[in-house]
């Protein structure tokens, strides 16, 4: 948690290959801010209440996925020209920070200028008939010219949609007016997509009237036909015979639903794509017709084998041979040097590596995996721990923070008086735990938080009898905690009267007494012998 700070609340610069996950960045000028970095991963945050949210300065290869930004006078920003920048699902929510009103929006580009993103509402009358989804405004603003996004997609779920008449959707774009951006609707993915975005202004999500000049109380019906050979896979949209251009296409398989082809079909009505032995789902919509789903099944992939043509270098030509593998060099050139996807790791993806196999020169671009961590400059990243299921938990007695066991602690009294003040001192993998955030909880259940001091001191003043619970917080993750218990100071008690003193003092004056009456009747007695 980082707030109220007059600068940036997190500055990198000329940082690489960090990760800033699950923070709450509040009251600040800039919350995060990116400036001559590189390949940094921003996963979950929540900006909102500062000047500017997120702001990104000639950054290459910033990633951002998941963050949650509201109530920010600029919610995000970018400048740099090159730059490459990646949006994951990224929320634009309103003032409040309810999920309410909310756009969610991912973005891939290569920035050629600056521009910035922000919650917006209705800045005008929707056009007549046209109907708001859920009120997802949003306002991309170029702050300087030449600026285009190279391609960018609205989300929304399926509970969300589940009152709109979603074919009908779209991105609408108002600049003095309103106008259909064109975005390509996915009914099966529920996203709507821009590519080559060079106009800036508000937008919004839009269930569109109803085409006056053909009025239909019913949409029309696809008439859908697939065909599945060695040389790829068909499918064909028409409609009274006519070819249906422009039909969006989700391929998915239905058993792991995992998106195999999407897009949407060419001007004969056709989308086409590869992959053979694999029985798929097709699911085609489009705007004023029904939406329709088929399962089809994919061609036996050997048959396909038995026809497959392989290129060979003889004699520094490519020549086709009978027989199976990877083609080792192409028709169009000669073949001194064999043909490899790459030669070195950095020739493929950052999340990818270079399979070369031995005594070979290059090979193919593969995926890096493991099993808890991330892929990043073609390596995997292990995480010590962490709360995925393929994670390990932390020894007994240790706690997971930003994927790596440490060892937290609280120590001091367990006890004091009322009207007392108690010290606990935090620590963490027994180094001082300077400011760190720290949760009372008092007698009466009511809650205080604070900071330690430098020295990962705070003082818990016992003003109530009972138990206190004292917690030691990390972006919200309970560390480590303990209780000290307030007890009344014992009262005074008075000095018991003195009795046997006063007994004995008694004793001694009727003895004083006894003797003083006996001398006084022997006298008494003697005078009177006298006077006989």
């Known amino acids: 948690m980082v707030h109220d700070i007059l600068w940036q609340g997190f500055n990198f610069w ?3 290959d960090s990760v800033l996950t699950n923070n709450n960045v509040y009251g600040n000028d800039v919350g995060i801010g990116l400036d001559t970095c590189g390949d940094n991963y921003l996963i979950n945050n929540e900006l909102y209440d500062n000047s500017i949210g997120l702001g990104i300065v000639n950054s290459s290869a910033t990633f951002v996925t998941r963050d949650h930004y509201y109530n920010n006078t ?31 929006i991912s973005l891939n580009d290569t920035v050629a200028s600056a521009y910035s993103i922000d919650h917006a509402v209705e800045p005008a009358p929707l056009p007549t008939g046209a109907t708001s989804f859920e009120n997802k405004f949003v306002n991309i603003t170029n702050a300087t010219s030449g600026v285009s996004i190279d391609s960018i997609v609205w989300h929304w779920t399926d509970a969300e949609s589940v009152a709109y008449d979603e074919p009908a959707f ?4 108002y600049d003095g007016s309103w106008s259909d951006t064109g975005a390509t609707l996915d009914t099966a993915a529920n996203t709507l997509s821009l590519s080559n975005l060079a106009t800036f202004s508000i937008f919004a999500i839009l269930e569109s009237p109803e085409d006056e000049e053909n009025p239909s109380d019913e949409d029309k019906e696809f ?7 060695c040389d790829g896979n068909t499918l064909t949209v028409t409609y009274n015979g006519n070819p249906v251009p422009g039909a969006s296409v989700n391929v998915y398989n239905p058993t792991t639903m995992q998106t195999i082809a999407l897009g949407t079909t060419n ?27 088929v399962t089809e099944q994919l061609i036996n992939c050997e048959l396909c084998l038995e026809e497959e043509e392989h290129l060979e270098c003889v004699d520094d030509l490519c ?12 028709l169009d050139a000669d073949c001194m040097e064999p043909v490899y996807e790459c030669y070195s790791d950095n020739d493929c993806d950052d999340t990818d590596y270079c399979d070369i196999l031995e005594g070979e020169a290059g090979g193919n671009c593969l995926p890096v995996t493991g099993d808890c961590g991330y892929a990043q400059n073609h390596t995997w990243v292990q995480y010590e721990c962490g709360v995925d299921p393929e994670c390990v938990l932390c020894p007994e007695g240790l706690v997971c923070v930003e994927h790596q066991c440490v060892e937290a602690n609280l120590t001091g009294p367990g006890e004091g008086f009322v009207d007392a003040e108690v010290d606990i001192i935090a620590t963490i993998n027994n180094e001082t735990c300077a400011y760190c955030d720290i949760e009372i909880v008092d ?55 003195p009795t046997e003193k006063i007994g004995e003092d008694f004793t001694w004056l009727w003895l004083f007494i006894l003797l003083a009456g006996f001398f006084i009747l022997f006298f008494y007695w003697r005078q009177r012998k006298k006077k006989k």
Request: glycine fraction near 10%.
């Open 267 to 293: 001007v004969n009505g056709e989308f086409e794509f590869s992959g053979c032995d694999l029985t798929i789902q097709v699911h085609v919509s489009k705007t004023g017709y029904d939406s329709e789903t």
């Open 319 to 330: 020549i086709v041979v009978p027989g199976l593998g990877p083609n080792l060099c192409s």
């Open 223 to 229: 008439s859908l036909s697939f065909d599945s050979t």
């Open 170 to 173: 779209g991105v609408w774009e």
């Open 443 to 497: 007698p009466t259940g009511e809650h205080f938080t604070g900071l330690t001091d430098e020295n990962g001191r705070i003082q818990v003043p016992l003003n109530l009898k009972g138990q206190y619970t004292i917690t030691l917080l990390q972006n919200g993750q309970v560390l480590a905690s303990k209780t000290v218990d307030a007890i009344p100071k014992a009262p005074p008690t008075d000095e018991p009267p």
């Open 14 to 16: 000329n940082a690489s």
């Open 74 to 104: 600029i919610d995000f920003g970018v400048n740099g020209t090159g730059i490459t920048i990646n949006l994951s699902e990224v929320i634009f929510d309103n003032p409040l920070g309810n999920f309410v009103n909310f756009t969610n």
